[in-house]
């Protein structure tokens, strides 16, 4: 792993359950993208590595027969759970586990996401888990929601006013950024 940063358990503490309202929702038409891009039919299995709270798990498990949502944090997973249960969605396993503990024996999968998640982990190591664990056809795609638009100076001001120099994430701070460097 580059750097020195390492991971903290205590990081998202007590965010889960406000997670999915901070973090923008990915646009409904994303599924239906994937599905036909990727010819999916409801069979195959997904892997959401750094699911969260489910936010993409949930929308792409209509299109898998099953769909394991992977994370470290086993608050993010219980809400997940919740959502999918209060949204009828019944083919989904949530995993407790850091992603370079990956293969873990999960199998292999037809998709494999990292939805905004790919910076936290050591890359290499991730990656060629990943590899080893996609189906002959399958597929590996890194979803980021962003805009083009910059950041009003306003609102960077903000940011920087209320939340100071050092990024965050949840209860924790990561005074040396992600391992990659991103934040």
Same mark, same amino acid.
């Given at each position: 792993?580059?750097g020195?940063w390492?991971w903290? /358990?205590?990081l !998202?503490?007590?965010?889960?359950? !406000? !997670?999915?309202?901070g973090r %923008?929702?990915y646009?409904? =038409?994303?599924?239906?993208?994937?599905?036909?891009?990727?010819?999916?039919?409801g069979?195959?299995?997904?892997l959401?590595?750094?699911?969260?709270?489910?936010?993409?798990?949930?929308p792409?498990?209509? $299109?898998?027969?099953?769909a394991?949502?992977l994370?470290? *944090?086993g608050?993010m997973?219980?809400e997940?759970?919740?959502?999918?249960?209060e949204?009828?969605?019944g083919?989904c396993?949530?995993?407790h586990?850091?992603?370079? =503990?990956?293969?873990a024996g999960?199998?292999?999968?037809?998709? %494999?996401?990292?939805?905004q $998640?790919f910076h936290?982990f *050591?890359? /290499?190591?991730?990656a060629a888990?990943?590899r080893?664990?996609?189906?002959?056809?399958?597929?590996?795609?890194?979803?980021?929601? $962003?805009?083009? =638009?910059?950041v009003h100076p306003?609102i960077?001001?903000l %940011?920087?006013? !209320?939340l100071?120099?050092?990024?965050?994430?949840?209860?924790?701070?990561l005074? =040396?950024?992600?391992?990659g460097?991103?934040?």
């Amino acid at each position: 792993m580059t750097g020195a940063w390492e991971w903290d /358990p205590s990081l !998202y503490s007590g965010s889960a359950r !406000y !997670y999915p309202r901070g973090r %923008v929702a990915y646009p409904a =038409e994303l599924a239906a993208a994937f599905a036909t891009e990727l010819g999916l039919d409801g069979t195959g299995r997904l892997l959401d590595i750094g699911c969260g709270p489910g936010s993409l798990t949930l929308p792409l498990a209509g $299109s898998f027969e099953a769909a394991v949502g992977l994370d470290a *944090d086993g608050d993010m997973l219980a809400e997940a759970a919740r959502l999918a249960a209060e949204a009828g969605i019944g083919n989904c396993r949530w995993v407790h586990r850091r992603a370079e =503990e990956l293969p873990a024996g999960l199998g292999r999968f037809r998709l %494999v996401t990292f939805a905004q $998640s790919f910076h936290w982990f *050591d890359r /290499p190591r991730v990656a060629a888990a990943v590899r080893g664990m996609l189906a002959p056809d399958g597929v590996c795609a890194h979803v980021h929601a $962003s805009t083009l =638009e910059p950041v009003h100076p306003a609102i960077a001001e903000l %940011v920087r006013e !209320y939340l100071g120099p050092v990024r965050r994430a949840g209860q924790g701070c990561l005074p =040396e950024g992600t391992a990659g460097g991103e934040a």
